[in-house]
């Protein structure tokens, strides 16, 4: 009976794993494609720079040589923004859930300011002063330069910068997020109209830890078998 037993935990446990594991959303996450595979880059007209996977590796940003660090926990590869000029660069990826659940979400990144001062004033460099970094969720169809309230579903991190000094390192953030089901795009997005700005951008992640249907029928047809067998087991001892 104690053997049954132990092999119905046992059986369970591996059930209960695979039902909790995780998916990944998001493709690309970390670059290392070396390229934006997965990613929508929008440069608003008129800009003045770009956005561009980069080497990891410590050194100066490709347009205004300022300087960056790496990221100690990232791969080979990580995305930047920089400019010889005033403008404003979304990175954006879609994810599509198919019923309503709770996410989580992390990513890697820094922000540095060179010019000291923070101005929050939306994705449209041409309002000045303009000055800042921002991580949102967006509903699926949103403009990549939107700032209405009506398109943004949650904000991640700013409007801002950081502040630990330039260059700043990669600092990792984290959160869980509650959404239903539809499609949502990631938006790491920059603006800048006083002086240069970099985003570094690594390590993205969106999971979910919804058993897929399949599994949970898989689970259920498990428990089932071992409440049979355990059944079956008792009454062969008392007889």
Known sequence: MMKMRCVAIATIAMLATTAASAAELITNGGFETGDYTGWTTSVQAGSGGSLQVIANVAGGSPLSGSAFLANTTGGNFFSITDQTGPGSYSLTQSFTLASAQTVNISFDMFANDQSGTIFANGRDYNTSPNQNAVVDILFGAADPFTNAAIDIVSVLYGPGADTAGNPNPFTSYSTTLSLAAGTYQIRFAQTDNQLFFQQGV?????????????????????FGIVGGAMRRRSRAVAA
């Open 202 to 222: 690594d390590n993205v992640s969106i999971t979910n830890a919804v058993p897929e249907p399949m599994t949970w029928a898989l689970m259920v047809t498990g």
